[in-house]
């Protein structure tokens, strides 16, 4: 049974997401931690404009907030994004893939922390970022789910995933957020 939905996207994530969160119904019962890549100096403008596209309510955490169910955690400028079982936490370590929020560093917490209860998102980006996390979310007993590269504004993040191996599900951004709705409830 799935108890957590950690998502990364990068180039284009903005629309995706945006589509993503206006998908998701007022009941939706699990947390949802998100790594968009941007800025390191970015204000909470982002936090903002993804709030309204849903009636779950969104925020940038502070390290060791606990996760709660129906809210959607996005990665804050310049900070990797953890899960840890039961709260959030913050890291300034190192850049990975280029990225600080990383998408790798997202997951791989989410499959140690949550193993099989685990749903990734893997959405529209420009690089690799996320391929290794989705293998461990695989590994682990979790499911990936992957934007369609064909459709998604740029197709290298999805299309490592699925050279990697790691997707369990590909599907267009539509159909992807339909398929995520049915199987969480």
Same mark, same amino acid.
């Given at each position: 049974?799935?108890?957590?939905?950690?998502?990364?996207t990068?180039?284009?994530?903005?629309?995706?997401? &945006?589509?993503?969160?206006?998908?998701?119904? +007022?009941?939706?019962? $699990?947390? /949802?931690?998100?790594?968009? !890549?941007? #800025?390191?100096?970015?204000?909470?403008?982002?936090?903002?404009?993804?709030?309204?596209?849903?009636?779950?309510?969104?925020?940038?955490?502070?390290?060791?907030?606990?996760?709660?169910?129906?809210?959607?955690?996005?990665?804050?400028?310049?900070?990797?994004?953890?899960?840890?079982?039961?709260?959030?936490?913050?890291?300034?370590?190192?850049?990975?893939?280029?990225?600080?929020?990383?998408?790798?560093?997202?997951?791989? &917490?989410?499959?140690?922390?949550?193993?099989? +209860?685990?749903?990734? $998102?893997? /959405?529209?980006?420009?690089? !690799?970022? #996320?391929?290794?996390?989705?293998?461990?979310?695989?590994?682990?007993?979790?499911?990936?789910?992957?934007?369609?590269?064909?459709?998604?504004h740029?197709?290298?993040?999805?299309?490592?995933?699925?050279?990697?191996?790691?997707?369990?599900?590909?599907?267009?951004?539509?159909?992807l957020?339909?398929?995520?709705?049915?199987?969480?409830?």
């Amino acid at each position: 049974m799935a108890s957590i939905v950690v998502v990364g996207t990068s180039l284009g994530g903005l629309s995706a997401l &945006s589509r993503l969160l206006d998908a998701m119904p +007022g009941d939706f019962s $699990l947390p /949802l931690a998100i790594v968009q !890549h941007r #800025g390191k100096t970015e204000d909470d403008a982002l936090v903002r404009l993804l709030g309204s596209q849903t009636s779950l309510p969104v925020c940038e955490p502070n390290d060791k907030d606990p996760l709660e169910p129906g809210r959607v955690y996005l990665a804050p400028a310049d900070y990797h994004l953890l899960v840890e079982p039961a709260s959030i936490a913050l890291s300034t370590a190192p850049p990975r893939n280029f990225a600080r929020p990383s998408i790798d560093y997202l997951f791989e &917490s989410a499959a140690v922390s949550h193993g099989s +209860g685990v749903i990734a $998102l893997l /959405l529209t980006g420009s690089n !690799h970022d #996320g391929a290794a996390g989705c293998q461990q979310v695989k590994a682990r007993g979790g499911r990936v789910f992957v934007e369609d590269p064909a459709t998604a504004h740029s197709s290298a993040m999805p299309a490592s995933a699925i050279a990697a191996g790691a997707a369990d599900v590909v599907l267009p951004l539509p159909k992807l957020c339909e398929r995520l709705v049915s199987v969480c409830k």
